[in-house]
T-cell receptor, first 109, second 112 residues
Framework: GQNIDQPTEMTATEGAIVQINCTYQTSGFNGLFWYQQHAGEAPTFLSY????GLEEKGRFSSFLSRSKGYSYLLLKELQMKDSASYLC??????????FGAGTTVTVRA | NAGVTQTPKFRVLKTGQSMTLLCAQD?????MYWYRQDPGMGLRLIHYSVGEGTTAKGEVPDGYNVSRLNKREFSLRLESAAPSQTSVYFC???????????FGPGTRLTVT
């Protein structure tokens, strides 16, 4: 089976930086995705890593270490609209994604 | 370009009733998926399809049937609803190159 772990909740102040960690143990690995999900809405794609290293996309960056089974999503210059759940998902050998339970980030003024 | 659409948005069923959830995508994607999302458990894959006329079981398939009607449409049917099927159901689709999944707005189902 797949085992994907991420913290349940995190709180940070507007303008600060937050790092959401994700560790995984899966039967196969063909990439790791991060999604953002606002309350009551659908998940939306944020980033994709398949090789080790850092991918930067504006205020959001995602890092992957395949040997350690580890990824993180870095949110910089936090804004109130970044309050949401962040989902880590691993693509195994075929087309399917296995999702972690999600990390709820609350941004305080 | 609507992306992924789902109907209905909300539904309340009594135990034992049946219903069909419909999903359609206009992105010409080969792969389509049905998930359920419950508090504290994340998204769990129910069934998926890798092309027209194909379906396969996911992580939690019991109590659900699916049909890939054509390339655009993928339906999920509950033959005899149970309270344990109270959940939010999401449909998603992806292509065969990037595998990034695009999600519909969800269906909130309550079974009493």
């Amino acid at each position: 089976g797949q085992n994907i772990d991420q913290p349940t909740e995190m709180t940070a102040t507007e303008g600060a930086i937050v790092q959401i960690n994700c560790t995984y143990q899966t039967s196969g690995f063909n990439g790791l995705f991060w999604y953002q999900q606002h309350a009551g809405e659908a998940p939306t794609f944020l980033s994709y890593n398949v090789l080790d290293g850092l991918e930067e996309k504006g205020r959001f960056s995602s890092f992957l270490s395949r040997s350690k089974g580890y990824s993180y999503l870095l949110l910089k210059e936090l804004q109130m609209k970044d309050s949401a759940s962040y989902l880590c998902a691993v693509r195994d050998g075929d087309y399917k994604l296995s999702f972690g339970a999600g990390t709820t980030v609350t941004v305080r003024a | 370009n609507a992306g992924v659409t789902q109907t209905p948005k909300f539904r309340v069923l009594k135990t034992g009733q049946s219903m069909t959830l419909l999903c359609a995508q206009d992105m010409n994607h080969e792969y389509m998926y049905w998930y359920r999302q419950d508090p504290g458990m994340g998204l769990r894959l129910i069934h998926y399809s890798v092309g027209e006329g194909t379906t396969a079981k996911g992580e939690v398939p019991d109590g659900y049937n699916v049909s890939r009607l054509n390339k655009r449409e993928f339906s999920l049917r509950l033959e005899s609803a149970a309270p344990s099927q109270t959940s939010v159901y999401f449909c998603a689709s992806s292509d065969g190159e990037h595998y990034e999944q695009y999600f519909g707005p969800g269906t909130r189902l309550t079974v009493t």
